[in-house]
């Protein structure tokens, strides 16, 4: 956790935002889904319980004894992340057992001396796991709404959730996101077995790879004294497997808490304050390093593109991004017809959202996402010569460079227009962020072109000059010491070094050509 924190920090302080536009978060926070009385029935005693089930925006379900602990702000007492999950069984009533006992009892069978299936309440839906005891819920008559419809609500969310969940409970701390599967995935292998991880979150994967071990070691010694039959030996497999996780997952849930909490409340500020010196001297080295690289190979990246290429290849380079000049110019129109709708439908946010949430995903935008398509026999072509060409890698990231461009210039003239007073200031803030907005776009044109020519270029570039300087510092990373190998990785920073020269090049050998590029 250390060592990736460390990486982090040092990568946070060489991030260069070399764009006119203010970057919008990633995404505007999600509201809870749905809030709601449900019955949620108990593993051992299959006892139904009444919880106050939240959604939230996350896809995480949290499970309260009452609505009051939810407004008051405590903690919930469970919450399940449904990514390890495998389905979402809405009618479990109509299972392959239950048809055989209808169909028999048609044939006029008795069955009184055999046990009969399960039959679950009305508006019951369960979801399934491999290995882990199932999440059965029923829903009630609630919030002025019948059990059927909150039926048909929870259920629609809990089948998306079940895909959409994150693959850990933890997402907003980078460190621990980035090294958590990496260290338990090196535990497991230390301890002699192989193990997998279908996500349910941080606790899910520990007490996953926990019963795993213990039915890897108990298990097979059982199974081979055991002499009955096939089906008997899988009910005693699956009962034992069932009593081991749970009894796992009781034992891990408060060990977890309790780790994770020293690590992020104590670990953390204290490796981050003292980590700090160390990894900006390391930045700025490596930033003064990469800038002197920049600056001089764009002079003579420039200098032969004003000379031998654009005066022979600019037209025939113009009308070749034709197409990516069109769909940007489209991204400033649109910009402009939001906000000439917008002025009187404003309502200022505290975060900044508002023009966000409503105007980001206009069907206006695709108008622009099409025009990049109409590169794609281009690319095609040009793909059959150069291997690393994929036509729509590169159209796709057009396009997600086309969404931030408008998200950027709707987040970036709602803080301003805040800033500034609000709506009075109206027109003039909008003319000084399309002005940020058209310097960005013609920014991604060059990038775009640059992107083409770096795709090009990479094969040869990694094999006739990556790969011989990997070969002449080896003799040097033998000589440092492991701890500092840690923290300081020559071979990445050498790569990174290169790289850079390669994206300079052709950034800078595209630049005269994306000056000319009108966007207004």
Request: charged share 25%.
């Amino acid at each position: 956790y250390t060592v990736a924190l460390a990486k982090l920090q040092q990568k946070a302080l060489m991030k260069q935002y070399n764009w006119k536009l203010d970057k919008c978060p990633y995404q505007p926070e999600t509201p809870v889904r749905f809030k709601g009385h449900v019955l949620k029935r108990s593993n051992f005693f299959k006892k139904w319980n009444k919880r106050y089930l939240v959604i939230r925006g996350t896809w995480i379900l949290d499970f309260y004894e009452v609505e009051e602990d939810y407004t008051a702000g405590k903690k919930p007492r469970a919450t399940f992340n449904l990514s390890g999950y495998n389905r979402v069984d809405t009618d479990p009533n109509n299972n392959a057992l239950a048809k055989l006992t209808a169909l028999a009892e048609k044939a006029g069978l008795d069955l009184s001396s055999l046990p009969l299936p399960e039959k679950l309440p009305d508006f019951t839906m369960v979801c399934e796991a491999s290995g882990k005891p199932p999440l059965v819920l029923q829903t009630i008559d609630d919030n002025d709404q019948t059990a059927e419809v909150n039926f048909k609500d929870v259920s629609r969310l809990l089948d998306r959730s079940w895909w959409l969940s994150p693959y850990m409970n933890v997402e907003d701390d980078e460190p621990h996101r980035l090294c958590f599967r990496q260290a338990l995935w090196r535990t497991s292998w230390d301890m002699g077995f192989w193990t997998y991880w279908c996500g349910g979150g941080e606790e899910a994967m520990l007490t996953s790879t926990i019963a795993r071990l213990i039915e890897w070691r108990v298990m097979d010694k059982v199974d081979a004294k055991l002499t009955m039959p096939w089906m008997v030996r899988q009910k005693i497999r699956n009962t034992f497997l069932s009593t081991i996780f749970s009894t796992c997952s009781n034992a891990v849930k408060p060990f977890w808490n309790a780790l994770y909490g020293t690590i992020k409340d104590t670990v953390r500020p204290q490796a981050e304050e003292a980590m700090k010196p160390l990894t900006a001297t390391l930045a700025e080295n490596q930033l003064t390093l990469k800038g002197k690289v920049s600056d001089a190979v764009n002079d003579a990246a420039k200098g032969v593109m004003s000379e031998k290429v654009e005066p022979k290849l600019g037209q025939a380079l113009e009308n070749l991004f034709a197409p990516v000049n069109e769909a940007f110019q489209i991204i400033v129109n649109v910009f402009d017809g939001i906000i000439g709708e917008a002025k009187d439908k404003y309502k200022p946010e505290e975060k900044n959202f508002f023009l966000v949430r409503q105007y980001s995903w206009t069907s206006k935008r695709w108008d622009a996402e099409y025009k990049l398509r109409d590169m794609y026999d281009l690319l095609w072509a040009l793909g059959l010569i150069f291997d690393e060409i994929w036509p729509w890698s590169i159209i796709n990231r057009g396009s997600r460079r086309l969404g931030k461009n408008l998200r950027n210039a709707l987040y970036t003239f709602e803080k301003r227009l805040e800033a500034a007073g609000g709506v009075e200031h109206w027109d003039t803030v909008a003319a000084e962020v399309r002005a940020l907005l058209v310097s960005d776009c013609q920014r991604s044109v060059q990038t775009f072109g640059a992107r083409i020519l770096v795709m090009a270029i990479e094969p040869m570039w990694e094999k006739l000059v990556i790969k011989p300087c990997r070969e002449l510092i080896r003799p040097l990373i033998e000589l440092i010491p492991e701890p500092v190998k840690l923290f300081i990785d020559v071979n990445d920073l050498m790569t990174d070094v290169l790289y850079t020269m390669l994206k300079s090049a052709c950034q800078g050998g595209f630049a005269p050509f994306a000056n000319r590029i009108k966007i207004e």
